[in-house]
C-alpha cells in the first residue's frame, strides 16, 4: 500500500492562446540600430499600471516594452481587438439584419393580408405579385445578410485560434 503513495508530477498547465499569442507579439518588437526617441504619453490608473507591469515582468520584458509591442502588433494588424466605441464588420451586418428583420415583419403583414383575400374571395389582387416578389428579394438579402455574419464571424473565430 506504500508503494502507490509515491511522488504524482502534476504536469505544467499550458498558458491561454491569448497569453501565447501576447508573448510572440512581444518578443516579436526587435532593437532598432538607433535609439527609440519619439514618445506618446499615456496615464493609467494605478491598478491598471500594476497589471501591465506584472505581466510584462511573468514575459521577462519592461512594461513599456510590452505596452510598445501589442500597440505596435494591433497598428500592424497582427493583434485584433475591439475599442470601446469601434464599430465593426460584425456591428455592420447585425445593423443591416435588424432593418431586414424589421422588413420582414412587414412583409409577413403583407403576406397575411393576401393570404387572407384569397382564401376569402378567391381573387388575387394586382399587386399580390409585385408584394411577392418583393418578398422574395428582401428574403435573398436576408439570406445574404446571415451569410456575411457568419463568414465574419468565422473569421473571427479562425483568427482567435491562430
Known sequence: MAEGLGHQVVPEEEPPA??????????????????RKERVDVRYSVDEKTRIVTRAEEMGITGAHLV???????????????LAGQRTRLDDHLDKLDALRTEVARIG?????????LNARGAPHPL???????????????RAAIGDIAQVM???VSAKAA
Open 18 to 35: 491569448d497569453e501565447v499569442t501576447l508573448r510572440r507579439i512581444a518578443r516579436r518588437r526587435t532593437r532598432e540600430i538607433t535609439q
Open 68 to 82: 510598445g509591442a501589442v500597440i505596435t502588433a494591433y497598428l500592424d494588424g497582427d493583434l485584433t481587438l475591439t
Open 109 to 117: 403583414t403583407n403576406v397575411n393580408q393576401i393570404a387572407h383575400r
Open 128 to 142: 399580390d405579385t409585385t408584394v411577392l416578389a418583393h418578398t422574395e428579394r428582401t428574403l435573398d438579402a436576408v
Open 154 to 156: 468565422n473569421h473571427a
